[in-house]
């Protein structure tokens, strides 16, 4: 299995890397709860119903974890947490919840290991090669 890449010229203003031609990954497509709970019902014993009652329960019970502050990790997909986007203020009496907290997001990161080399390898990426459009 192998990912498309296509050229892409940097818009970044820095000397460092203004101008310069960098790989981009090129998305093949979406694909959808219902796809993939057709293709793992083709797969298993699950019905699609199944597969789609059972994301939909994940995905609730999900959110109602990350909303009492835990993480969630899924084994082999990778840890989802709460983190909130803030302005910062000099002084910690000057900073109010209303108006210096500008968002709540969803952070993830891979699962994955460490190889020998501290090189960290994304389980959802493992195998995978990569070719030109």
Not at 63 to 73: F, S, W
Not at 101 to 111: D, L, Q, S, Y
Request: net charge positive.
């Amino acid at each position: 299995m192998a990912i498309k890449v296509r050229l892409e010229k940097s818009k970044f203003k820095e000397a460092n890397r203004a101008g310069k031609w960098y790989a981009r990954t090129v998305n093949m497509g979406d694909v959808t709860t219902e796809e993939l709970a057709e293709r793992i019902q083709r797969n298993s014993t699950f019905t699609k119903a199944d597969v789609q009652g059972l994301v939909v329960a994940l995905v609730d019970e999900m959110r109602q974890q990350l909303q009492m502050g835990k993480t969630v990790v899924l084994d082999g997909v990778g840890r989802f947490r709460l983190s909130v986007e803030s302005e910062a203020v000099a002084d910690k009496d000057d900073f109010h919840l209303g108006r210096n907290v500008k968002a709540v997001r969803c952070a993830f990161v891979p699962a994955g290991k460490r190889s020998q080399g501290g090189k960290k390898e994304d389980s959802l990426a493992a195998g995978v090669g990569v070719e030109w459009l």
